[in-house]
């Protein structure tokens, strides 16, 4: 069983700065890719940013610049350094892992999603 847990939104003025944090828990598997999904009201849940077991990342046009994603292989965690906030980045941000466990079965696991509210 893999469970993630995440941290880090809150409230930020515009032009501010969040961090955001991803971590995996349980035993028997092995994480390919981690990824930061956000949906905001109204709108479809959308890809922001990946990286992949060899820190191989991509990311949305909307964020390029702006957001960073690392990862800690070694305790099965992801961060997202947001920075030049804007309202429009306003979403619930979710992280999603692509793994495989120790009987090949491939795993795709969300976490609950973290608020992030970007007003003055």
């Known amino acids: 069983q893999v469970q993630l847990a995440e941290s880090g939104g809150g409230l930020v003025q515009p032009g501010g700065s969040l961090r955001l944090s991803c971590s995996a828990s349980?035993?028997?598997?092995?994480?390919?890719?981690m990824g930061w999904y956000r949906q905001a009201p109204g709108k479809e849940r959308e890809l922001v940013a990946s990286i992949t077991s060899e820190a191989i990342t991509k990311y949305a046009d909307t964020v390029k610049g702006r957001f960073t994603v690392t990862r800690d292989n070694a305790k099965n965690t992801m961060y997202l350094q947001m920075n030049s906030l804007q309202p429009e980045d306003t979403a619930v941000y979710y992280c999603?892992?692509?793994?495989?466990?120790?009987?090949?079965?491939?795993?795709?696991?969300w976490g609950q999603g973290t608020l992030v509210t970007v007003s003055s």
């Open positions: 999603n892992i692509l793994a495989i466990n120790f009987a090949f079965r491939n795993l795709d696991v």
């Open positions: 349980g035993s028997g598997f092995r994480i390919n890719v």
